[in-house]
């Protein structure tokens, strides 16, 4: 794997009064109150502090929500600078816009040491569109380029791939640089045996990690929605649960091909099932995992649950993706649970990868007690599979010796 210039590649001269642009994600739930989970900002502190330190003029950008390319308040970045400006202890400034004369005159105005946050990157389309002229506008606001946001690495955006190729110098932050070398782990040569847990909704999201991984790891558990339709391949009746029909053929397929390569797909054995989809729903457990007509699968069931976690916990390398039921309704949480319990106990390497199980994790109180948590649950599977973030591609590789 190539490696990328991460910031204490550079000299810290390469920062002093210079003009820093960092790309981070600061694509935060917004409450009444302002931001309602902070864990993006502070994932991104240590990179801002790194480059206040050594007396940069740090600009900072990201995207919040999906405003469709027009400015609208609901996605303004002002509880983020607000936010921000507490946990730096120093004035954020929010810029009215990313680009334009008032912005060049603001970042002008920037002494050493100061931090400026530009407005959503998002309220213009040309953003999401790569588009090239729009990222040269980016680009004549910085010396140097830090892309920080992995979670957006998977995305050609115009701030987070295209504008580094009119930057002077383009590297990792530190947040990016962590996630790489921890991902990159995985991919080179992880402590045996290596387990992963995907949960998640739909087979077809995973389909190329899944394929991927196979040739990777020891062990491969799948729950959630996405093990119905490997259910409904083995035989077994899924009643009104979320399944991919279509999907039967390519399920099949991974069983074959695991059994080829001689690794271990691990299915729920049972199921906690219920007549609908609400909390107060009448429930059951099936075992077999055999659903009837009209109920839906919402979790796994209590057997499978301890045959996951066991599997979990005597695992040299564990990497999750995904929760195991409908976690969010209190009583379809114990399959996901019971697995994030297993993944902080375990004395191996561990890594969950972004979104739903990274969620779970915190509100479980266990996201300390992980060796990685991913800020990127799309951009890590991406990396996972293989393929070539732009984000990451766009960065300078370390020179060879």
């Known amino acids: 794997m190539v490696r990328r210039l991460g910031l204490s590649d550079l000299p810290d001269q390469a920062y002093a009064g210079k003009r820093v642009f960092v790309r981070v994600d600061f694509n935060v739930p917004l409450g009444p109150d302002g931001v309602s989970d902070d864990t993006r900002l502070r994932a991104t502190l240590p990179t801002i502090r790194y480059l206040v330190e050594r007396s940069a003029k740090v600009i900072l950008a990201s995207h919040l929500g999906r405003p469709k390319g027009r400015p609208r308040p609901e996605f303004s970045l002002a509880p983020v600078a607000e936010r921000l ?156 649960s979320l399944v991919e029909p279509d999907l039967v053929g390519e399920a099949r397929a991974v069983e074959e091909e695991a059994t080829r390569l001689g690794k271990t797909l691990l299915l729920p054995e049972d199921l906690v099932v219920a007549d609908r989809h609400a909390a107060d729903a009448a429930r059951r457990v099936v075992s077999p995992p055999d659903v009837p007509d009209g109920w839906r699968a919402m979790d796994i069931g209590p057997a499978a649950a301890e045959r996951f976690a066991e599997v979990v916990r005597g695992a040299g390398t564990v990497f999750w993706n995904g929760p195991l039921g409908v ?75």
């Open 85 to 240: 400006s507490e946990l730096l202890d120093r004035p954020v400034p929010l810029a009215p816009d990313c680009v334009g004369p008032e912005v060049q005159g603001l970042v002008r105005g920037l002494a050493a040491g100061e931090v400026l946050l530009l407005e959503n990157v998002r309220f213009h389309p040309e953003e999401e569109a790569g588009d090239e002229t729009f990222a040269r506008g980016l680009a004549s606001l910085a010396d140097v380029y830090v892309n920080d946001a992995f979670g957006a690495a998977h995305r050609a955006h115009a701030s987070t791939a295209v504008m580094a190729r009119f930057v002077p110098r383009a590297v990792a932050g530190l947040l990016m640089q962590a996630e790489l070398e921890a991902l990159g782990r995985l991919l080179g040569a992880p402590a045996r045996p290596f387990v992963a847990v995907l949960g998640g909704a739909k087979v077809s999201d995973k389909l190329g990690v899944i394929s991927n991984l196979l040739g990777l790891v020891d062990t491969l558990v799948l729950g959630g929605g996405m093990a119905n339709t490997f259910l409904l391949a083995r035989g077994h009746r899924l009643g009104a």
């Open 327 to 401: 976690y969010e309704l209190e009583p379809f949480m114990a399959g996901t649970r019971a697995v994030a319990r297993a993944v902080a106990a375990s004395r191996g390497f561990t890594v969950v990868g972004g979104g739903d199980s990274a969620a779970a994790l915190t509100e479980l109180g266990l996201d300390g007690r992980v060796s990685h948590l991913s800020t990127g649950g799309g951009a890590s599977l991406e990396f996972l599979e293989g393929r070539e973030l732009p984000g990451v591609a766009c960065l300078e590789e370390v020179p060879e010796v």
